[in-house]
């Protein structure tokens, strides 16, 4: 038993321009014009061409399609009550992937906090380690003043003429 496979389109576009209805089939042939098969179809459903009433027995399952709003759901579901099932089946696939999407961004604020403290900590210490090599080069800069100060003294230099060398405390070259 051969089964027939039926392709089927449904576009929020005019995909076909050349064509005037919002329902085209197209079967597969080759180019001397013989069919493929006939086991293969393809069908493609325009829904901007949707006209705005209820021409055939798909009509109101492309105007599901359609739909935006919830009264535009309930508005169907009263005018076809064959498709309420189907409408609150996609309520409540709505509801999940809200669901989805709040835990969704829950998840990520969770991650996006870790990365922030992540990097507050390596700012910190960052920062602690430019401080501690500024007062490091400070503490450094300061006992090569204080050696040569040394030096300036064991050569005679006076305080007063070390001090304008090198920017030192009149007591603290004293206390050498």
Not at 27 to 39: A, P
Not at 54 to 62: G, N, Q, R, V, Y
Request: hydrophobic residues 35%; glycine residues 6%; proline residues 3%.
């Amino acid at each position: 038993m051969q089964h027939q496979v039926i392709s089927i389109v449904i576009c929020n576009h005019n995909l076909l321009d050349e064509e005037d209805g919002y329902i085209t089939e197209y079967g597969f042939k080759n180019d001397k014009n013989r069919s493929f098969t006939k086991l293969q179809r393809l069908i493609i459903l325009e829904l901007p061409k949707l006209p705005e009433t209820e021409d055939s027995a798909i009509w109101p399952w492309l105007q599901f399609f359609k739909c935006k709003t919830k009264e535009d759901f309930e508005m169907l579901a009263k005018k076809h009550p064959e498709l309420k099932k189907p409408i609150n089946y996609a309520k409540k696939m709505s509801l999940l992937e809200q669901w989805r999407d709040i835990r969704f961004h829950r998840n990520l604020q969770k991650v996006d906090d870790r990365m922030l403290l992540l990097q507050w900590k390596i700012d910190g210490h960052a920062e602690g380690h430019a401080e501690g090599h500024a007062e490091g080069h400070a503490e450094g800069q300061k006992a090569e003043k204080l050696n040569a100060a040394r030096n300036a003294l064991a050569e005679g230099l006076t305080p007063e003429v070390i001090q304008k060398i090198t920017g030192l405390d009149l007591e603290t070259i004293q206390g050498l």
